[in-house]
């Protein structure tokens, strides 16, 4: 017995076309025309959109910062990831100084397991490089299906690791077929300017763009692509936000460097205006990278009607403003870094990327899920609708307009940056492996039913 | 009654998976498990990969020259082509001065109408622009399916148009919907250097490449794509040889130009160093633009692996070494510019390009074929394997190496640029809407079946 | 018996240093202390900058343009040129179509001689190219010192030459030794525009810069250049004016092209918002390239500071705003292109370029004089204050700011675009080959004693 | 009573003619014709050039590094230079770990002070920052006339300094007026490679520069000019050597970032293949960054020749193959890293520069004295032939070819890389100070007679 998705048109990262879509089991089994086997359930989808269910490379799901944690859980989160549309996620589990990478795995699937509501893997943060990772890094590829890693060149004295924990990074990574991935900001330079500014007496939100500036996002992203060049290793640039940073990977694009990047709603759909709100409000959009000019917005529009950008990921990061983000209230340097995210991508990419024309449909499947499964070795598993791929399954509504607010908003924070955006159509349906977790945009599951990724290599570029 | 194709891998621009494959009629109906109808014929095509149709963008069948024609009509070039793997082509119908493009077209259509294996559309090649012609421009898109139109800026004298008329002719195809596809060499120049060399007596074939440098084929390149910008309007670059154009068009792209541009295997594989056979051999290769150097060919790769390219195609202007070939055995500037290709393109790509690792085997398909199908209007009814798209098949057998050879190809030209060359893997069945052309590598169908397309205009971008 | 100019500063394009300075005859003798011979005639400059007078290598004096001709001669003009600070003028003396290069030269002589206040030299702007024009390009550089010829890719159907031409002419100036300088836009493109936009009924001046965009600049730059590149000939761009031309003359720069751009007061001082004046005001900026943004403003600069940019010359081209210009009141396009500024170059380019620090004093002489010397044939003679140099010298007092206006220049004009606009400094004393010509700001010789100046070959680069 | 220089071609960055020079004391006092006093020496120096002393802002004499010290001492180095036709000499003073910046200054000047034949100046470099040495750094400036400081990016562990120091000190030299040199390597990465090489048993000095790949030095250039930019300060990069590094200097200026660069003999000279020499000679050519490719050297050239190069200094720092270098025999990591050059840097450049046409005779002048000066704030008292300036004068005597030889030179060292290279023309005599040091090539003056230059500030570009 299966079901039958009847009357929607199917959306890959190619492909567009009315057809009906039999689900046996966790799979997908057939595309085509006249599927419905006897006692197979028929779901009615007429007019609607069927995309792959979205996979988001980046969240930080429970992840303690300092004396707190992310607002958002794993069951928080993957409930709102899945209302939003999305059926994987991708968590930087991470790996706190003086832990080895067992410890900070089986950490991280104690947080995890039994309680994500999407289908999940981890990525793996190191932030304390030594010959023993080194060797750790290839076990768990071999055997935990964590097949990426990352790295931060900002945030000194805490997550930052040196140019020579990366170049070797970067090269244990290429003989066990890992994938490194890289918060590309200069640490030093943040850190000078946040003590100039404080010196200055400067401590309000505004304050916390000025002292990352533009340049020293190209200056690290340079710098780590120099490293990849050296090392010959792939390399995967998280949350790009900014015409020069893109000129760079386009450049390292055409000398056939195989470096990836990743940009974020956030950096396409918001700017350096919003640290002008009123009072403390700058404090929500206080993330890293900040928020850029709109000349960076349409440059990375222009990255991605191009192709030259790989992913749209979230980097969800939640913090609430009351309690967590006016810890910085007097010092923008101790405002907590992120914002939520995980619920909104598939709306806002849809609403402002495809309704408007400046990505078409099939580069928002690409985006939004397929790129991400290729890259992090969860294709054809994941990313695409095809007989034998998992059935996850977005139902997207075209019709019937919203307006985002933390009002009517799944994730557990107290607020949205995107509060008053409008979004064009609707999460309709979700499929989770056969299984029908979202109904009519209702949670139609009580349980999280998510299992773990172990996740293949990226394979190397040959010759 | 359908067909089944049980047993292969089904590979499109951005899948590959193991499925059945059901037609009726002239379609696919299905891809999947168990799809099989009582009475449906079964073809096992285990091991196998299936790739959409190949689409050949650009050839030149039945082309008079001067005095002669090409080698090739539609009933010759057509077979080499289903037989190589290819069922669709589209072929530069072409004006000739003083003509209309209404003659032209009708003429177009006595050659190819009834004589032709695969399907076929018609590009038109504009030679004499005038408000009459603009005119027609527009006729041709809403009344013929012709939805693209060339432009030379090369041969003085005898295609060549000039600005004026070319940015006429893209603000024209802006409004109608067409695509202005352009040679991108300064017919000027080559017109001077022809002269300096014939006044130096330089008369063999080693001197076509020297008379038209990269620099006339970038110089060209850059102008078309300004004009393109002050119009607004899109342009396709046909045969793109060298990293300095490719330089060019990436610029644009980032700048988001809607430009995009087509190389062919002959710039992939073959390099300048042909110039050099011995005798009156290098004849073979007098194309226009010439071959170029090794480190073009690696940029062309490069630009095809990042996507930066958008179509492989052949330019297939075939012309016998003897008798042909020979007009020019005491003037190089009397060869006939052209070459084979549009039989061994499939295999080639797949041999140098798959194997190798330089692009992916979903790059092939949608530089085969996926592209060309959305640039030229005529996706997802050709360029894809999905419900509902025509059922045109191309089943590739990855076992099985050959040596390419004139005396075992089908083109009707007396001799290959590729003599010699490997091929790994081969064309097992082809399939053209449904039915069966191609069985085991030989013809089995033995009348021409292919049918004129009537193609829709390109999507101009938005915002 | 001698002249010593005692006390002032002596500024070349390198060096600036107090000393003394000796003039003999025509010549410079000896700079330094203590030079004074008895019998000379002692002029005190203390606090005073010695420059080298000024070079103006693109005037247009007395140029028939349609029915009219060009507001001042060659009286006037290099009246107020010398009382500006320039001594020496390079005009583009025409053939005009039919004609041959020896009647344009006579016809410019019959204009020139004994009616021009500075020394003066001709450039030939070449109309009608073919082979025997050719030989007579060497000839002019043999025998009349004529060593640069100019070519329009602008202004079709009057001027502009095909890119055939334009080839041919630069592999002649190779050969001779003379150098081919290019006005650059894509004359193409500018027609058909007009054309559109008279179609469309915009008449008015506003329209005139929306019919010369930037592309057709940049395009045009780009062309010479890859024509240069082939013909491996030197080639200088007259009149540059935005950013995106500056980028292609700097790539080819590095490329070892041996290209020249020269830019002027207006593109620099001057931008697009001056057609959005008042009435039929715009009309007064109705040159060609037209004014610019503020960004290719700011790009010239940078390009100056930077030595990517050679000479900054005025394109000095009068038209009466009442009697000239309104000839376009009912139609731009027939309004003639060209704006004033022989007179108000050096003063501009100080007080806008020196004073704020945008250019060292080095620089303003380098742009304003000596490079102009030496890509032209002049120097040593011109272009440097030295021994054995003539002693062409203008005699800048830095203090005393004063407001341009038409009311007190000299130019045989009605109007100057720079009307209110400050000048700090001013010329005190301007010497010509020793005689002086002008005396605390006054005309001090009342006859035009400037010479016709014959000069040599640009050295070709070596290896 | 004087001396004038009879019959000589006086050549600046700009000039070059005909003329007499009269010195009086320790200044030109006049350039010119007729110029004896009564009494004055006069000295005939027809059809010889005369160039301003050479200027060598890159030594490093009497350094320790390590257990040994440079081979060449204040004496013997500057011998070698003024024979060479430099009269001037910038060495790196050096502070080692722990000590003040005053300390080292002391220590510099015991070294130097009575025994340098040519007049000196000192730069600081810097391999312990933190918040008093950036007092200091001030004091200097204001007392000492050391303008500028310079930083190691590479050399890891003992004189490398990270990013934030390099910040800080851009930001204090911005603020004193100082000029920050850095030596562009990244040392993370060189430390990595040859940790692996090294690992591999890779021993020879042909790994040397296979541990220092250009990718490391235009990732280091790329990164400290993003810091310039962040604190707006100027920086000066020592030793350039690639044509990367090179496009990422260029791309600076043409946004408008005060950086210069400065590139040596070895690296338009020398290349790549010396590393291959027989046995161990490759450790002749171990210095840092290493020798490049053939076509970096050409792009060195076009640097040059399109000026956005700025000096040409040796970074002479001398060790001898026996005794010194082959501390290294059996582990290249160990060979102390340089080269001489001092004495040979006038001739090679005007030999391999000015001769062949790839600089003229003016550029030669300006990056072997004029720019120096001007950056390090010695202009106009060096850097010029011109009165007021000191009367250091190189007689060059274009004749007279000779050919390189360890066997000839007086560097106190026991090789030069340039052994068997052609030298067109030599030094006839060199004045400094209006004292002649040498005589028909031979030193004249027994005794040391420099002194120390105090300097001054490098003026900050407005605006």
Do not use: N, V
């Given at each position: 017995m299966g079901i039958v998705l009847v009357g929607g048109r199917i959306v890959t990262a190619v492909d567009s076309y009315q057809a009906d879509l039999r689900i046996e089991g966790e799979q997908i089994v057939a595309i085509g025309y006249d599927l419905e086997h006897p006692g197979d359930e028929r779901i009615l989808v007429d007019g609607c959109l069927l995309f792959p269910g979205g996979i988001d490379p980046h969240t930080h799901f429970d992840l303690p910062v300092g004396n707190i944690s992310t607002a958002d859980d794993f069951e928080s989160g993957t409930k709102a990831a899945i209302l939003g549309g999305t059926t994987t996620i991708l968590d930087y589990a991470t790996q706190f100084r003086g832990e080895t990478l067992k410890a900070a795995t089986l950490n991280w699937h104690r947080k995890a397991d039994g309680r994500s509501y999407t289908d999940y893997g981890f990525h793996m943060a190191v932030t304390d490089w030594n010959m023993q990772v080194a060797q750790e890094m290839s076990m768990l590829v071999l055997k935990e299906g964590i097949t990426s890693f990352k790295f931060y060149?900002?945030?000194?004295?805490?997550?930052q690791v040196d140019d020579e924990s990366l170049l070797q990074a970067l090269g244990q990574a290429k003989e066990c077929g890992a994938l490194v991935c890289v918060h590309c900001e200069n640490g030093d330079v943040v850190y000078e300017l946040v003590r100039q500014a404080r010196a200055k007496g400067q401590t309000t939100p505004a304050y916390h763009p000025l002292t990352r500036p533009v340049t020293a996002e190209k200056e690290a992203t340079s710098r780590v692509i120099a490293l990849a060049q050296i090392a010959q290793a792939p390399v995967y640039i998280v949350h790009l936000t900014s015409e020069d940073a893109l000129q760079v990977v386009t450049a390292a694009k055409l000398r056939g460097t195989q470096v990836y990047a990743e940009t974020c709603p956030q950096y396409l759909l918001l700017n350096e205006t919003c640290y002008q709100a009123e009072g403390f409000n700058g404090a929500k959009y206080v993330l890293s990278p900040p928020l850029r000019s709109r000349q960076d917005q349409e440059s990375l529009w222009s990255g991605l009607r191009t192709g030259l950008l790989d992913t749209i990921a979230t980097d969800h990061c939640a913090f609430n403003f009351v309690g967590h983000k006016d810890l910085g209230l007097t010092d923008f340097s101790l405002i907590p870094n992120g914002a939520p995210g995980v619920e909104t991508r598939m709306g806002l990419m849809y609403t402002y990327g495809v309704v408007p024309g400046k990505i078409s449909m099939n580069q928002f499947v690409n985006y939004t899920s397929t790129q991400a499964a290729k890259l992090f070795g969860l294709f054809p598993r994941k990313g695409t609708l095809a007989p034998?791929?998992?059935?996850?399954i977005t139902v997207w509504d075209p019709n019937g307009d919203s307006v985002l607010s933390v009002e009517t908003l799944h994730q557990a924070v107290d607020y949205t940056p995107y509060e008053g955006f409008q979004q064009n159509g609707q999460v309709k349906h979700v499929f989770l492996r056969g299984r029908q977790v979202v109904r009519e945009g209702q949670l139609?599951?009580?349980?999280?039913?998510g299992v773990y990724l172990s996740r293949k290599s990226l394979p190397q570029k040959k010759g």
């Open positions: 060149m900002a945030y000194k004295h805490t997550l034998g791929s998992d059935a996850d139609h599951e009580s349980q999280p039913r």
